[in-house]
Nanobody
């Protein structure tokens, strides 16, 4: 079955960096777009970045120039490099894939940006 497992969250000071990773299994990873979302309590889940199976990546305006999404099809992983983090980036970050018409989410990893 499809599984997405995130790792790499934590506490970081403003201006710092974190790298999130999502390990995928149960589907042909290289064939599918992958996404990172984030959610703050009381707010809707927000799309942060998308990396297609082929083609250019896409980012929310709020993270452009600071975050970079990448994938390793040999390892079935998708990463999110987050630089110049700000308190407003604090959220639970989720890995997402839509496989054969079904949406799959990871369990989420907490990112807290605070001094």
């Amino acid at each position: 079955q499809v599984q997405l497992v995130e790792s790499g969250g934590g506490l970081v000071q403003p201006g710092g960096s974190l790298r999130l990773s999502c390990a995928a299994s149960g589907f042909t990873f290289s064939n599918y777009a992958m996404r990172w979302y984030r959610q703050v309590p009381g707010k809707e889940r927000e799309l942060v970045a998308t990396i297609p199976s082929r083609g250019p990546t896409n980012y929310a305006d709020s993270v452009k120039g600071r975050f970079t999404i990448s994938r390793d099809n040999a390892k079935n992983t998708v990463d999110l490099q987050m630089n110049s983090l700000q308190p407003e980036d604090t959220a639970v970050y989720y890995c997402y894939a839509k496989v054969r018409g079904y949406a799959y989410w990871g369990q989420g990893t907490q990112v807290t940006v605070s001094s």
